[in-house]
């Protein structure tokens, strides 16, 4: 199955709580898993990345926790700030060209 | 470096019209794509480009057509343009889809209208 399933759709999260998006595949021939992130009138933009060797990745107050057993993986942003708000795609990579494969995307609110 | 750059901004067509969407990078990079967004349908490939010369179709490709005849440009081609292309078009380039983090870089979009 050549899609990733995102959700939720739209988030609202308070300033200073954790903000959770779950994405799933079936396809395990998937070989890499990135987050782009958004902002209303822009193109979206590498936020954060895992292979799926690894079980978690953190950069800063963005971490990747990937579970290969479930096909699942999540960004958990920590500490949210109102200029976190924007839409976040999850994607996998597949085939001999390395094309992405993205998620519908969530919006996420952050409230001050 | 620009990066990604892409013209116009905005459109609005009539139905049956063409038109072509520019898509320029200045980083030397190989590899380039087109996207559509729709509202909550995320982005889909329209088309890619892993070199001059060297075009192939994407997820959804019907309505379009492309070229590459230099590294450096990417144009979209919409012929006969009907209401279900109205979208935001995104262009994306990329050195290498394996190397590194893989990353793609994307253009501002252009937000096309079909009435």
């Known amino acids: 199955q050549q899609q990733v399933k995102q959700s939720p759709q739209s988030l609202i999260v308070q300033k200073g709580g954790i903000s959770i998006i779950n994405c799933a595949y079936e396809n395990t021939a998937f070989d890499y898993f990135p987050w782009y992130q958004q902002f209303p009138g822009k193109g979206p933009a590498l936020l954060i990345a895992i292979r799926p060797d690894v079980s978690e990745k953190k950069e800063g107050r963005f971490t990747i926790s990937f579970n290969k057993s479930a096909k699942q993986f999540s960004l958990h942003i920590m500490d949210s700030q109102p200029g976190d708000s924007a839409t976040y795609f999850c994607a996998a990579r597949w085939g001999s060209q390395g094309n992405l494969i993205f998620g519908k995307g969530t919006k996420l609110s952050v409230k001050p | 470096n620009a990066g990604v750059t892409q013209t116009p901004k905005f459109r609005i067509l009539k139905i049956g019209q063409s038109m072509t969407l520019q898509c320029t990078q200045d980083?030397?990079?190989?590899?380039m794509y087109w996207y559509r967004q729709d509202p909550g349908m995320g982005l889909k490939l329209i088309y890619y480009s892993v070199g001059a010369g060297i075009t192939d179709k994407g997820e959804v490709p019907n309505g379009y057509n492309v070229s590459r005849s230099t590294t450096e440009d990417f144009p979209l081609r919409l012929e006969l343009a009907a209401p279900s292309q109205t979208s935001v078009y995104f262009c994306a380039s990329s050195p290498d889809p394996y190397r590194d983090r893989g990353e793609q870089y994307f253009g501002p979009g252009t937000r096309l209208t079909v009435t």
């Open positions: 980083m030397n990079h190989n590899y």
